[in-house]
């Protein structure tokens, strides 16, 4: 078991370093010369220059890496070129918006999928397995933002019941649990959580059909064991892998949310990152793309581990 | 199979010579059919599922009405009046009404068919190939070559897939090509998993070593043996992409990442008419319904395929 979290844990390096290499690489596969994400485009010829020593882009690109490498690691994510602030007070706000846009989303879906899922499991080729497997279905294909938008139309423009807009009353930005913010969170929240849901669903129905046709729920039966007894059997044998399936998807939504949040004008790194791309803001988006890439590599570390962990069925060496 | 059971049914019933007579006529017929072939089984498991014909019907009709939707169009999909803009569905001449520019909607949801099937279709299809190679090269090949490909797989595993198609087509800029290419560079590595998978599998059996001992090349074993055996399971699984590949790239020209204006695409439209929800919020929808209902049936139909191969990837 250490010994797998030692490999586990040194495993996760070079894919953290590799995935930093993309992130460096997407500046240099966008067109143009990467000095100008750095300089606006009517600098002087020698500020330039100047800036391309500094920045020591006048060097090879792995040296450049080298370098980049470096300022990542001690927490310098660059400057933003549209606001002039440093990239890391705007994605850190952004950051934590979009995680609780997230994990309440991860939530309801975890929530209605298990169920769901939990149902059409036990109860196979009934009504209610077909309604879920469709229900299960519609989430996977619906496009978001779509659904994003029908959403207002009902509830916002006919009901007039929820937002449309924003995060907060009047565009502010501080967050509270209370009913003026969280009735802006429910839309997105929905929106997203289909996704989850449709997955979530077809995995646990997947798991609990397995579980309910192996021989020692048999046995089980046949001792005379109620039905919550053999319930709490199955919930036992299927949280492992649901809890991996639903831990990766938190992290999609992490990175999946940049549609749902322009639909809802979420102040999220989705919102972020549409911003950067069409202001050309180069440094910005390269690190979103990274935090939010990192964040989903310790996530399946994590995973991986608290899969581990609960399941002594999994012997990894 | 069911006149089969039915003989045996009778048979049954009589004297015992005839009994085993009977039997022997079952297993004639059932031996029959197995030499009808694994793609005639396919077949006449698919034609038993109702729900995976319709999808497929569905699928083709659209397929039809963008192929031909010069023909069948009603009006012009560039041609906008500023007298009739954002009609409501059921206006005459214009019967799913017309957009924020006053072109008509019907026309330019068949034409936006076109650029959305496309772009969802494409980097499935080159996925598929690039996947396949790589993926069946890496299994087959096994030690050094698997190492390099699958760790280089691993890295982009490690990126959401929305966020990977994203931070590609940003970086690129807009544009129907780079939207292509990014969605291309999303969809290969879990295609490369998937070969590789049924690949390693499919090496080690008899008849690979077979081949091998008779003298075939390394060509020969996996153009005849590897590739016959694991192409179904891999098609199986590309044509569960294309519904997610159909919802990212529309959600890329949502964003403004893809197909840029005035040429008609459904995530385009959806954008287009985003401000139009409080005028006409039907009219607003329908490209949204267009996307849906591609991906719904290609999800649909994936899975009738699925368990109609009897794949399980």
């Known amino acids: 078991m250490l010994t797998y979290l030692i490999r586990r844990v040194l495993y996760a390096i070079p894919i953290a370093l590799s995935v930093g290499l993309v992130c460096f690489m997407l500046v240099h596969i966008a067109p143009g010369d990467p000095i100008n994400a750095i300089v606006p485009a009517d600098a002087p010829q020698e500020l330039v220059d100047q800036i391309r020593r500094d920045y020591g882009l006048d060097k090879p690109l792995p040296i450049q890496f080298g370098i980049w490498l470096g300022r990542v690691v001690l927490g310098d994510l660059g400057t933003s070129l549209a606001t002039g602030r440093p990239v890391w007070s705007d994605l850190s706000v952004a950051i934590v918006n979009t995680l609780r846009l997230a994990v309440t989303a991860a939530l309801i879906g975890f929530v209605l999928g298990c169920v769901l899922g939990g149902l059409a499991g036990s109860f196979q080729g009934t009504v209610i397995d077909k309604l879920a497997v469709g229900l299960a279905v519609t989430g996977v294909s619906v496009p978001h933002y779509w659904l994003g938008m029908v959403m207002v139309i009902l509830f916002s423009v006919t009901l007039n019941w929820l937002p449309a807009m924003g995060a907060g009353p009047g565009g502010s930005s501080d967050w509270a649990w209370d009913w003026q913010h969280v009735q802006h969170l429910i839309l997105p929240a929905v929106t997203l959580s289909v996704i989850p849901m449709g997955i979530v669903t077809r995995t646990v129905r997947g798991i609990v059909a397995e579980i309910l046709n192996q021989d020692f729920i048999q046995t089980l039966r046949g001792k005379g064991l109620t039905q919550r007894g053999i319930f709490l059997h199955v919930v036992k044998n299927a949280a492992p892998n649901t809890i991996a399936v639903i831990g990766l998807q938190l992290g999609y939504l992490m990175g999946g949310s940049i549609l749902v949040e322009t639909v809802f004008s979420w102040p999220g790194t989705g919102l972020l990152l549409n911003n950067a791309i069409f202001q050309r803001d180069l440094p910005v988006l390269q690190a979103t793309i990274l935090v939010l890439a990192m964040f989903f590599v310790a996530l399946n570390l994590i995973v991986d581990l608290v899969q581990t962990a609960l399941d002594p069925r999994i012997k990894r060496a | ?313």
């Open chain 2, 1 to 313: 199979m069911a006149d089969g059971a039915a003989s045996a049914k009778i048979g049954a019933a009589k004297p015992a010579g005839t009994a085993a007579a009977a039997e022997l006529a079952v297993q004639a017929r059932e031996a029959a059919l197995k030499s009808q072939g694994y793609w005639a089984g396919v077949w006449k498991r698919l034609r038993r599922d109702p729900v995976t014909i319709a999808c497929a019907a569905i699928l083709l009709a659209m397929l039809a009405a963008i192929v031909f939707a010069p023909l069948i169009a009603p009006h012009d999909p560039y041609q906008g009046s500023m007298l009739r803009r954002l009609r409501p569905v059921g206006t005459p001449n214009h019967p799913l009404g017309t957009d924020e520019l006053g072109r008509d909607m019907l026309t330019r949801l068949i034409f936006g068919g076109r650029l959305s099937w496309f772009m969802g279709i494409t980097p499935v299809f080159l996925a598929f190939v690039i996947g396949t190679g790589l993926g069946v090269l890496a299994g087959y090949a096994g030690g050094g070559v698997n190492m390099l490909i699958m760790r280089t797989t691993d890295v982009f595993y490690a990126f959401p897939s929305v966020l990977l198609a994203v931070a590609i087509s940003g970086a690129l800029g807009a544009g129907t090509v780079n939207a292509i290419l990014s969605l291309t560079l999303v969809f290969i590595p879990p295609v490369i998993r998937v070969a590789e998978s049924v690949t390693t599998g499919v090496r080690n059996l008899d008849f690979v070593d077979a081949a091998r001992a008779s003298g075939a090349g390394a060509f020969t074993i996996i153009r005849v043996h590897i590739l016959g055996n694991v192409l179904g399971p891999i098609f199986v699984y590309a044509t569960s992409l294309v519904s997610v590949s159909m919802i990212l790239a529309s959600g890329l020209s949502f964003l403004g990442l893809g197909v840029t204006p005035p040429e008609p695409e459904w995530g385009l439209m959806l954008n287009t008419l985003r401000t139009a929800i409080y005028v006409n919020p039907t009219v607003a929808m329908l490209p949204g319904l267009c996307i849906f209902a591609t991906s719904i049936c290609f999800n649909l139909l994936s899975d009738g395929l699925r368990q109609a191969m009897d794949v399980r990837a």
